[in-house]
């Protein structure tokens, strides 16, 4: 098992217990890592803080991934506190709900815009907050979460494809520029599991039931098993990979017919 004994972290992208994140945040402080847990606005407040009262002293603070002064807040706060950081966990995603639903060709400048600024623009900001913090403690590690829809079209996937492409970008071009100080960036691109996210992609069911029928390991994954590749990722075990976007979808994108 990964040892994050002394490490801290952050986490963004906890709804409650079926959240990605949320399992992942689980694995690293079973490892023994301390975090800082953030929620994005007062009605997710309760669960997250509900979720994180059983973990050993976590931060918790609130975090739009569209505000920079929330942004500048968290580092800041992190600073005082944990006096550095040794990875992020990335895992906030939004599109309009309208935007899942109506043919791709109506996609909006205005949904376009916010799904591309929460779901790719806020690791760049996010990294950029998180540089310093790592720097001193000489590297660190930043995991994102993607989903195939980058590269091939899946119904209603839709403009979050567009914006999981920019973000698998946005991993290449970040972990370039931050690689000289020690700092990786990859990102893992699960299969489809229902969350609260997933909820808002119809017709999400048979997704789940291709993957039982057609991937290679004839089923499809869950939280634990994104956490425990994620694990890999942000501990000693992936301190040679950077700028990878690691397939933990049961091998479905291998497959053609
Ligand atoms: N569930 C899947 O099938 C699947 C598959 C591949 C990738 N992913 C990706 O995994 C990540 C986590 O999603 P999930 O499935 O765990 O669902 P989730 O709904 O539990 O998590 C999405 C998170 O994004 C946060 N978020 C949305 N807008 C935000 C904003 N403006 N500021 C801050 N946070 C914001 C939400 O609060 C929520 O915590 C997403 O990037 C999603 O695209 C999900």
Do not use: C
Not at 114 to 124: C, E, P, Q, R, V
Request: proline content about 3%.
């Amino acid at each position: 098992m990964t040892d994050m004994q002394g490490k801290t972290g952050l986490i963004v992208g906890v709804a409650n217990k079926r959240s990605i994140a949320w399992a992942i945040a689980q694995a690293a402080a079973a490892a023994g890592a301390r975090l800082a847990i953030t929620y994005q606005g007062e009605r997710l407040e309760e669960n997250v803080r509900e979720l994180a009262a059983g973990l050993a002293d976590p931060l918790i603070m609130p975090l739009d991934v569209t505000s920079d002064a929330q942004i500048a807040s968290v580092f800041e706060e992190i600073d005082r506190t944990f006096g550095g950081l040794d990875f992020v966990v990335h895992g906030a995603a939004f599109a309009p709900r309208e935007e899942l639903a109506a043919p791709f060709v109506q996609t909006s400048r205005d949904g376009f815009r916010m799904s591309l600024d929460i779901s790719a623009y806020s690791l760049i900001a996010l990294a950029r907050g998180a540089m310093p913090l790592m720097e001193r403690r000489g590297g660190g590690s930043i995991v994102t979460l993607t989903y195939l829809g980058s590269e091939r079209v899946f119904q209603n996937y839709n403009v979050m494809g567009v914006a999981k492409a920019a973000l698998e970008a946005t991993v290449r071009y970040l972990a370039a520029d931050l690689g000289a100080k020690n700092i990786r960036v990859n990102a893992i691109s699960a299969g489809p599991i229902k969350t609260l996210a997933a909820s808002g992609i119809g017709g999400f069911s048979s997704i789940l039931q291709v993957y039982r029928d057609r991937a290679p390991l004839r089923r499809t994954v869950d939280t634990s098993e994104v956490a425990d590749a994620a694990m890999f990722l942000l501990g000693p075990g992936g301190r040679a990979v950077t700028a990878e976007v690691l397939m933990v979808d049961g091998g479905y994108h291998a497959t053609g017919m």
